[in-house]
């Protein structure tokens, strides 16, 4: 094993390194592809294997195992590390990979998988978390979670040099100190250009010494004529008033923007009672800059001035997770980074969050003392303080983190959706499938919804969705033909009859998924009509009900409670709210029509072609009340136009 790999663990001394390629090398040379070059023969039975058991000489080395931290590989019958993990006892973990089926399918597949295994010992907990995240990265085991380390971070840096340069760069090197990481390009322009607006710091790249000042070797640029710059190539600005520059620049990286700030009111007051106005003037555009910055950059008022912050997310499928770190000065975020990880639905949140913060600490050289956390990880850290805050300030801070942590999520989804919107479908499709129990993606789903007021007017809403969005063209209206006064069973079940007999009848395909909206008795009344059409069993059906959104599936009398962060639950309430909308706005179409010609109905004598005469003339059926008997006559003949206005004027015509 390359002793690269743990010469910057910090707690490991050069023994350990020695007895940890010893172990985990055991005489092997290890492939470039993460592995040994030996073909390992594997003595575990298909009973073993079905059951989960050990063959005879990997449980006589889990039977040796000593009950100390370390950390352990699994290997296949190729020699490839296919797993690394960590323990505070190493018997006591292994073991328990071999005792039992695992309610993670994945955990059950490694576990069959596994022929060898290699084990090395450390000596606490956390030196095994180091040496874990080292060996996952060199050897991409496929049943770990893995760091997704892609992208390269900005930094700000200012540069050794007699006059320093101060820019924005995305690779750290020799020679300079580094302030950062910016998770947002934006952020680290923010604060360069504040530093901008308030020190006339060269951005040239000669390199000046006294003696090519002293000569004029070097020409004024245009930062100089704009007050970009205030020339120290020239001499214009000498060393130590440059340094003095430089001096505040850095406690303008390190957070300390609020004392900046008082310097400069504190600046410009004294220049004012000077008579020196116009400098005064100057200061102060200063100091509004600082202003405005701090107002954006302070996120809380805490009493630490150094805090910092893991927040943590996990995607809808458990598959990735995102940890947030902030590190906060005097309530103002100097450094934020997000922490990408793949294959995370085996691995606890505790598991990741240690395996975070190991990382973060390793990454910006971090010793931390006080660590604000939504939960505890599962390693012990010497010497931190971990707090989970359930109110105020720090449960703020906390949320801003988990907030970071969520956006990077969205974006990445949005960003992968646009890139293929197909994976995005199947995705959200294999969610589905998942959380209702399907046999099959529910390309094709189909909720109905009942609308009418004590009765009257009932009609009926089928909306369509396909591939999890709107298919409007396939959005159907029912009129309740059969059932009498307001019994939303009976008119469940009717439509229901109506809609799928036709199209089995027309040979069309049939749903994947149906969803009525209401609890047990509309689910109830919809399992009958698939009864009786012979096609329950064929097609999935459930009920959403509106107080709690509760799922009810056919025969189970407790309700499925879904995530309500779940892509599968939001999709089943648009769908229901679509149908509503649905429904509701053709019951009301439907309910006025009924108002307006229901007095023109019970005229004898007047059909529908002298009622559409008569609104499309006069609007409504109170301008008819109101107009003459000529009106009425020029609108639908004298024969016609008499029935109407005598209905309307009985007393005049007797």
């Known amino acids: 094993m390359n002793s690269e790999l743990f010469s ?8 350990d390194v ?10 092997r040379d290890i492939n470039e592809h993460g592995g040994f070059n030996l073909e390992i023969k594997s003595d575990r039975t298909p009973d073993d294997i079905r059951h989960n058991r050990p063959g005879e000489k990997l449980r006589e080395k889990i039977l040796s195992l000593p009950d100390s931290p370390g950390v352990y590989m699994y290997l296949d019958n190729t020699g490839t590390v296919i797993y690394v993990g960590k323990a505070k006892r190493l018997k006591r973990r292994v073991s328990s990979y071999f005792n039992r089926q695992h309610d993670i399918r994945r955990t059950n597949l490694l576990v069959r998988s596994i022929v060898d295994m290699r084990f090395i010992v450390v000596h606490s907990e956390e030196d095994a978390l180091h040496l874990e995240s080292a060996m996952i990265k060199e050897y991409q085991p496929r049943y770990n979670v893995l760091l997704k380390d892609d992208k390269s971070y900005p930094w700000i840096v200012v540069t050794k040099e007699d006059f320093p340069r101060v820019f924005m760069t995305r690779e750290k090197g020799l020679g300079a100190k580094y302030y950062g990481p910016y998770s947002n390009v934006q952020s680290a322009k923010v604060v360069l250009q504040l530093i901008r607006d308030i020190f006339p710091l060269r951005s040239c790249r000669h390199i000046l010494d006294e003696k090519g000042i002293a000569r004029g070797k070097y020409s004024l640029c245009l930062d100089y004529h704009i007050k970009k710059c205030g020339g120290p190539c020239r001499g214009f600005v000498n060393k130590e008033q440059y340094d003095e520059y430089v001096t505040r620049v850095r406690a303008i990286l390190r957070g300390e923007t609020v004392e900046l700030e008082k310097y400069l009111l504190e600046e410009m007051g004294r220049l004012s009672e000077e008579w020196k106005f116009e400098q005064a003037q100057e200061v102060k555009e200063k100091y509004e800059a600082v202003k405005r910055y701090n107002a954006k950059s302070v996120v809380a008022k805490t ?40 294959r995370c639905s085996a691995s606890s949140k505790e598991e990741i969050l240690s395996m975070a913060i190991a990382e973060v600490a390793r990454r910006f050289e971090r010793n931390f003392a006080e660590v604000i956390v939504p939960f505890l990880p599962d390693v012990e850290f010497e010497k931190i303080k971990f707090s989970i805050p359930q109110r105020g300030d720090m449960k ?12 990077y999520l969205k974006d990445k989804e949005k960003q992968a959706e646009a890139l293929d919107p197909e994976r995005s479908v199947e995705k959200l499709m294999e969610t589905m499938k998942k959380d209702f129990r399907l046999e099959v993606q529910p390309r094709h789903i189909e909720c109905f919804d009942n609308s009418n007021i004590q009765g009257t007017n009932p009609v009926a809403s089928c909306v369509v969705f396909r591939n999890g969005k709107p298919s409007k063209r396939d959005y159907r209206h029912f009129i309740i033909k059969t059932v009498v006064g307001a019994d939303d069973f009976a008119s469940m079940k009717e439509v229901l009859h109506r809609r799928y007999t036709r199209m089995m009848a ?34 999935a059906l459930v009920g959403i009900a509106k107080r709690l959104e509760e799922i009810y599936f056919p025969g189970d009398s407790l309700p499925l409670y879904i995530n309500k962060t779940s892509p599968s639950l939001r999709v089943i309430q648009a769908m229901r709210d679509e149908a509503h909308r649905f429904g509701i706005t053709h019951h009301r179409d439907r309910r006025s029509k009924g108002q307006t010609v229901s007095e023109l109905d019970s005229i004898k004598g007047i059909g529908p072609a002298t009622k559409t005469a008569l609104i499309k003339q006069f609007k409504s059926v109170k301008r008819i009340k109101e107009a003459s008997l000529d009106a009425v006559v020029d609108a639908v003949g004298k024969a016609k136009g008499m029935l109407v206005y005598s209905h309307f004027h009985p007393v005049e015509n007797q």
């Open 303 to 342: 009493e630490t001035a150094d805090l910092d912050i893991f927040g943590f997310v996990a995607s809808d499928d458990e598959d990735e997770a995102v940890v947030n770190f902030m590190h906060l000065h005097n309530g103002a975020v100097i450094q934020s980074i997000n922490l990408e990880y793949k």
């Open 506 to 539: 027309e040979g069309e395909k049939l749903p994947d998924m149906v969803v009525v909206d209401g609890g047990k008795g509309q689910l109830s009344a919809a399992v009958e009509a698939f009864d009786e059409m012979g096609i329950r069993g064929e097609v």
């Open 18 to 27: 020695k007895n940890a390629e010893l172990l985990a090398g055991a005489g």
């Open 396 to 407: 703020k801070v906390l949320d801003v983190a988990v907030k970071n942590a969520t956006q």
């Open 8 to 15: 910057n663990r910090v707690s490991m001394t050069e023994e």
